[in-house]
Structures are given as C-alpha cells and as structure tokens.
C-alpha cells in the first residue's frame, strides 16, 4: 500500500486545517487508516484511526472532540479535520494503514510526513 498525505501548512492557534491521504496498490476492505504525528524531540503518537468502511473510529485523548477522521466517497481517501488547533498540536503528521488493524509505530504502511504548524 502506497500512502501520500497533503493539506499541513501554517495556521494560528484556534484555527482549523484538514489534512487528506489517498492509499493505492493493494487496498482491501480489511484495512485500517489512520493519523499519526511527531513533535520535534518526541516519539511519534497516535492522533486518530478509522476502519475501510469507515464505520469504526479512534482517537488519541489529547484530540477528541477538536479532530474528525473520515473517509471520502472513495474508501481509499481518509481526511483529519483538525479543529481549535493549539501549538501543542504542530507537529509533522503521518499517515499510515494497516491490514485487519489500527495501525501502529514499527508496522504497517506508512506515507511522507506533512507539517502542521500552529502559531499562538
């Protein structure tokens, strides 16, 4: 599965952005997509996930209630709507899949990076 994530830039604190990844190649129904981030000097955390159909959704504390995960018309299309950003939340965003599975550090697929920055 080959991921390409778009949509970071500069925002100010409050602001929203939305994020976009498009999965292709090998893309079954049984495949989990999801969000990941990395802060400068931290490890890289899970922000968000969502199953192929798009029924099932996870989030990280630190985002529920600012951050939607959805699918797009097409299944192989997942969106982060990030909402009330705050500066804790800049960091460069990853997208990932992984087979039967929320994705995880260490496994699966996983795209480029793609910064979001939160001024305050």
């Known amino acids: 599965v080959q991921l390409q994530a778009s949509g970071g830039g500069l925002v100010q604190a409050g602001g929203s952005l939305r994020l976009s990844c498009v999965a292709s190649?090998?893309?079954?129904?049984?495949?989990?997509m999801g969000w990941f981030r990395q802060a400068p000097g931290k490890e890289r955390e899970f922000v968000a996930a969502?199953?192929?159909?798009?029924?099932?959704?996870y989030y990280a504390d630190s985002v529920k209630g600012r951050f939607l995960i959805s699918k797009g018309n097409a299944k192989n299309m997942v969106y982060l709507q990030m909402n009330s950003l705050n500066a804790e939340d800049t960091a460069v965003y990853y997208c990932?899949?992984?087979?039967?599975?929320?994705?995880?550090?260490?496994?699966?697929?996983w795209g480029q990076g793609t910064q979001v920055t939160v001024s305050s």
């Open positions: 190649g090998r893309t079954f129904s049984t495949y989990f």
């Open positions: 969502i199953n192929w159909s798009g029924d099932n959704t």
């Open positions: 990932a899949a992984d087979y039967r599975r929320v994705p995880q550090v260490g496994s699966g697929s």
